[in-house]
């Protein structure tokens, strides 16, 4: 089931269907803030209320040209703008992909995703913020992590993103768990062949725990995004071993999942930070969110054959 539905995020017609479709909507709101910056500024205001942090995520992804580049890169700008009067930037950061500003496009994407991401780095720097590189699938790493290093150059408190399930990505958090370095660790989302990445969940979850302890044991700031109860739990341990505070990491989820454990973490005094995704070009994000749960497939097919 998982890996049809990392296919079907990729294919033009199915993409069709659900997108002209008005019923997906419903589906689409429990994990999408809205489509305008009005609707993330809204959603990062109600989490700051619950003493929950942010990093939005304008969606987009795998841009075919320099317009498209340019206009999800201005899209980062006027965000951070808008956080900024609403005063919300202190507890808001944003999350950027860089294959939607650039970093695919022929002869020299990896030229231009920089220079976009520059942009955002200095209007999140202007703004009191930071950005966080999401990672896309493992054809991109080197190119994202090379493309990290020169951003730091600059601007060293921006994140990285490392996906466990790659059997590079131990290597990568030793190289990432230095002084200053924020290292976002998290499962991974895409579909990947055997060769590069561990197949079976089992394998995924050791390899979680071997990348957090090295992140928690390292000097950087380790921000432990999953769902998973046991992972969640274990970060706690692995955090008070290595003689961590409160504080010193955090815990990071994806909006709409799991709720009520982000409050429970904020109210034991964990720092809590929600990834919020907000845009128009929702239907990737949504089809990566259901292959991870049988259930949430269910309910999506059954709002389609009802109203559809
Ligand atoms: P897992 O999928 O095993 O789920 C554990 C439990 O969480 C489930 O049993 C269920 O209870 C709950 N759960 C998980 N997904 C759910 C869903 N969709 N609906 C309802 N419940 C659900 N990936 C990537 O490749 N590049 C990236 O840059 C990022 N960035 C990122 C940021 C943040 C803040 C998070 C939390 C995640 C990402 N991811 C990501 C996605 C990540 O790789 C992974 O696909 C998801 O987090 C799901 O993995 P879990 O660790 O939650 O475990």
Redesign the pocket.
């Known amino acids: 089931m998982r890996r049809v539905l990392l296919s079907t995020s990729t294919n033009g017609r199915v993409k069709h269907l659900v997108t002209t479709m008005p019923v997906s909507r419903g589906v689409v709101a429990r ?1 999408v803030a809205g489509e305008s910056a009005d609707d993330a500024v809204r959603v990062t205001r109600e989490l700051r209320d619950d003493a929950l942090l942010a ?1 939005l995520d304008h969606l987009g992804e795998d841009t075919l040209d320099l317009g498209q580049a340019e206009a999800t890169t201005k899209a980062y700008l006027t965000l951070l703008d808008r956080l900024s009067e609403s005063g919300l930037s202190g507890g808001a950061e944003v ?1 950027l ?1 860089l294959s939607a500003v650039g970093q695919a496009l022929r002869p020299d994407g990896g030229r231009v995703a920089l220079d976009n991401a520059t942009r955002v780095c200095e209007a999140a720097k202007a703004s009191g913020t930071t950005v966080t590189l ?3 699938d493992h054809t991109t790493t080197d190119a994202t992590l090379e493309t990290l290093a020169e951003l730091r150059r600059s601007h060293p408190e921006t994140g990285a ?1 490392l ?1 466990a ?1 790659l059997r590079r990505t131990e290597q990568d958090c030793r190289d990432l768990a230095t002084e200053g370095s924020r290292v ?1 660790l ?5 579909k990947e062949p055997e060769s590069v990445a561990f197949g079976s ?1 089992r394998d995924v ?1 050791l390899s ?1 725990v071997r990348c957090l302890k090295i992140l928690m044991a390292g000097d950087g700031y380790p ?1 432990v ?5 046991r ?1 969640v739990e274990i970060a706690g341990v692995l955090a008070a071993r290595a003689g961590r505070a409160q504080g010193t990491y955090e815990y ?3 909006y ?3 709720p009520d454990e982000q409050r429970r973490l904020v109210a034991s005094g964990e720092k809590v ?3 919020v995704p907000y845009g128009g070009d929702w239907y990737g994000y949504l089809m ?3 292959a ?2 049988p ?2 497939v269910a309910f999506f097919l059954r709002s389609l054959a009802s109203k559809g």
């Not at 995004?225 to 109860?229: G, L, V, W």
């Open positions: 994990y990093s999350s992909k999401d990672m896309e993103v996906q399930y976002r998290c499962k991974g989302a895409y969940k979850d979680y921000m995004a999953t769902h998973d109860p992972l990071q989820m994806l709409g999942i799991r930070r929600v990834y990566r969110r259901l991870e749960r259930a949430n």
